[in-house]
């Protein structure tokens, strides 16, 4: 069954360095997801991205964070300069047709920022 | 505002019982989706709804739209279902909207 993955599966950052994501698509899927959850919280939607460009973002998506698929295999998530309050589970999805199909999950990245 | 509420937040039930997690939504929408964690944070799409009845397996899902409710049934229920169940919507907006909203989830216990 097609999967998405993500790497690293748990990561430890000092505050105030950058981070990098990273997660593998369904490999013909052309929608991808960023949602974070806070633990203890609710799942959260980040950011939508679409023919090589945002779609949509919500307001938690400030400057210092972006999204690229640098090389049509990869999605990546970049939080540039990390905050005590951007540790979270990150998921990454990916989709065939926006979110009126299926959506399929990665596991997941686990940040802890200290 | 768009509020998804599920009900209840937390379920223990006897392996074997039939377990009904409900959600309930606040806007018109455009689809509904039923995701699983489980403990160890990982998301997996179970359903994804916008009219009707699915049912895969042990699991059913069903939607009425007027009443802005969904529920999602586990039959004969087994301690391998215990997980957190979610119920996220795609709100229904000009041009199309893709921020799915969430709810908070329902932590299902099946004891053995």
């Known amino acids: 069954e097609p999967e998405v993955t993500q790497t690293p599966s748990h990561q430890v950052t000092q505050m105030g360095q950058e981070v990098i994501l990273r997660c593998v698509p369904i490999s013909n899927h052309l929608y991808f997801y960023w949602y974070r959850q806070i633990l203890g919280q609710k799942v959260e939607f980040l950011v939508s991205f679409y023919n090589n460009e945002i779609s949509e973002k919500s307001e938690i998506f400030d400057d210092q964070f972006s999204v690229e698929r640098p090389d049509g295999s990869n999605f990546t998530l970049k939080i540039r300069s990390t905050k005590l309050e951007d540790s979270a589970m990150y998921f990454c999805?990916?989709?065939?047709?926006?979110?009126?199909?299926?959506?399929?999950f990665g596991q997941g990245t686990r940040l802890t920022v200290v | 505002k768009n509020e998804v509420e599920q009900s209840p937040q937390n379920l223990t039930a006897q392996e074997g019982e039939f377990i009904t997690i409900n959600c309930s939504y606040s806007v018109g929408i455009s689809a509904l989706h039923w995701l699983q964690q489980h403990p160890g944070g990982g998301i997996v799409s179970l359903f994804m709804?916008?009219?009707g009845k699915k049912k895969h397996g042990r699991l059913i899902a069903t939607i009425n739209i007027q009443e802005k409710h969904s529920s999602l049934h586990i039959t004969a229920s087994h301690p391998r279902d215990s997980a957190v169940y979610i119920c996220a919507v795609l709100p229904l907006t000009q041009g199309g909207s893709e921020k799915l909203v969430f709810g908070k989830g329902t932590k299902l216990t099946v004891n053995p």
């Open positions: 999805a990916s989709s065939d047709n926006r979110l009126n199909t299926e959506a399929f």
């Open positions: 709804l916008s009219s």
